[in-house]
C-alpha cells in the first residue's frame, strides 16, 4: 500500500508538472494580478479537485463517461469559458486596473477557480483512468486516501507557479505594457481553450 501511495505521488506530481489549463490560468492570473488573486484562484481549484475525486471514487464519474452528450457538454462549456476569459482579459487591458476590495477580490478569483477545474474534462479524466491504475482493488477508504494525496500535491505545485508567477507582476502590469500583455494573456487563454478541444476530442 505504502509503495503504491508513492509511486502514485509521484505520478501525480509529474503529471501536474505537464503544463495544462488549470497550471496556465493560474500563472496567467497571478502574473496580472498577483500572488493573491492567484493563491484564492488555487483554493478554488483544489476544491474543484476535491469535488471531481468524490464524484469519480463514487461512480458518477464514469457515468458522465459513458453519456457522450453529457461529456461533450462539459467539454465545450469548458472551451467556452476559457475564451470567456480571454475576452475579459483582453477587454480589462483596456482599463486601469480596477481596486478590488480583498473579501470581494478573493471570493471572484476563488470562484473563477472552481468553474475552470469543474470544467476541466482532463481533471475527471486524471481520477477515472490514471488512478484507479495503482488501486486496482481498492477500498473507497482508499480510493479517498489517493484522491486526497492528488490533490495536496496538485495544490502544491499550483500554489508554486502562482508564487513565482506572481513575481513578474509588478512588471507586466506597469501602464506602458497592460495593453501589450492583456494582448499576449488573452492570446495564451485562447491557445489553451483549443488545446483543451483537441486533447479531449477522443
Known sequence: MSAALFAFALASFLIELTPGPNMAYLAILSAERGRAAGLAAVCGVALGLTLLGLLAIFGLGALVLDQPVLFQILRWAGVAYLVYLAWEAWRD??????????????????????????????????????????????TSAEAL??????????????????????????????????????????????????????????
Open 145 to 202: 486516501l489517493f484522491g486526497a494525496v492528488y490533490v495536496l500535491v496538485a495544490t502544491s505545485v499550483h500554489a508554486l507557479v502562482v508564487v513565482l508567477a506572481g513575481t513578474l507582476q509588478p512588471l507586466l502590469t506597469a501602464q506602458d505594457r497592460r495593453r501589450q500583455m492583456g494582448l499576449v494573456f488573452a492570446l495564451m487563454l485562447l491557445g489553451i481553450a483549443i488545446w483543451v478541444a483537441i486533447a479531449t476530442a477522443g
Open 93 to 138: 487591458s483596456r482599463r486601469p486596473i480596477a481596486m478590488v476590495a480583498p473579501i470581494s477580490g478573493g471570493w471572484r478569483f476563488f470562484r473563477r477557480g472552481l468553474i475552470t477545474n469543474l470544467l476541466n474534462p482532463k481533471a475527471a479524466l486524471f481520477y477515472i483512468t490514471v488512478m484507479p491504475g495503482f488501486l486496482p482493488s481498492a
